[in-house]
Antibody
Framework: QVQLVQSGAEVKKPGASVKVSCKASGYTFTSYDINWVRQATGQGLEWMGWMNPNSGNTGYAQKFQGRVTMTRNTSISTAYMELSSLRSEDTAVYYC??????????????WGKGTTVTVSS | QSVLTQPPSVSAAPGQKVTISCSGSSSNIGNNYVSWYQQLPGTAPKLLIYENNKRPSGIPDRFSGSKSGTSATLGITGLQTGDEADYYCGTWDSSLSAHVVFGGGTKLTVL
């Protein structure tokens, strides 16, 4: 079945970087975008950006420009999201989600279970 | 605050119907398709509705979506206790920096 399996929880100090992985299975990895969405405790969903696994093209939310990098390794059907210069406000659950549709019909149909990132000194 | 506006909470009794609104602007809902996501407590979001009113396979027809102008609505009929969750609307925003936007979420309580 189609699924996205994310890496385990991380604890980082302020100023450090974190790299979360998202392994796809059950479909052709390069055929659909991978999005990253985060959710702080008790808060709503916040979109961070997308990546086209085929071309490697990316699009980042303005808020994260310069701090986030999305990459992939097509040989193992895995996407990565790296966030640098971490601060306490980055403590959240980070989800990867498969993007579907094109242009203005965009939506996310399959989600990973989430990776908890805690930033604490 | 979120680009899309949803009521923080709604409630209704089992078996009843409830609607959740999502209000935006011409740069997002007004010119793009809306999707809805259900997030049960402690779990990842799940796609409920896409392209305004389409249901993925496995989603019961108790769930419906509609859009008019710069607003969208999620409807749930025959409410069950298992429907207690947070519901989020989402869409593409075609402003200067094209990106995905979500509503702030609505907590549904089935009394």
């Amino acid at each position: 079945q189609v699924q996205l399996v994310q890496s385990g929880a991380e604890v980082k100090k302020p100023g450090a970087s974190v790299k979360v992985s998202c392994k796809a299975s059950g479909y052709t990895f390069t055929s659909y975008d991978i999005n990253w969405v985060r959710q702080a405790t008790g808060q709503g969903l916040e979109w961070m950006g997308w990546m086209n696994p085929n071309s490697g093209n990316t699009g980042y939310a303005q808020k994260f420009q310069g701090r986030v990098t999305m990459t992939r390794n097509t040989s193992i059907s895995t996407a990565y999201m790296e966030l640098s210069s971490l601060r306490s406000e980055d403590t959240a659950v980070y989800y990867c989600a498969r993007g579907r549709g094109s242009g203005n019909r965009y939506y996310m149909d399959v989600w990973g279970k989430g990776t908890t990132v805690t930033v604490s000194s | 605050q979120s680009v899309l506006t949803q009521p923080p909470s709604v409630s209704a009794a089992p078996g009843q119907k409830v609607t959740i609104s999502c209000s935006g602007s011409s740069s997002n809902i007004g010119n793009n398709y809306v999707s809805w996501y259900q997030q049960l407590p402690g779990t990842a979001p799940k796609l409920l509705i896409y392209e305004n009113n389409k249901r993925p396979s496995g989603i019961p027809d108790r769930f419906s979506g509609s859009k008019s102008g710069t607003s969208a609505t999620l409807g749930i009929t025959g409410l069950q206790t298992g429907d207690e969750a947070d519901y989020y609307c989402g869409t593409w925003d075609s402003s200067l920096s094209a990106h995905v936007v979500f509503g702030g979420g609505t907590k549904l309580t089935v009394l």
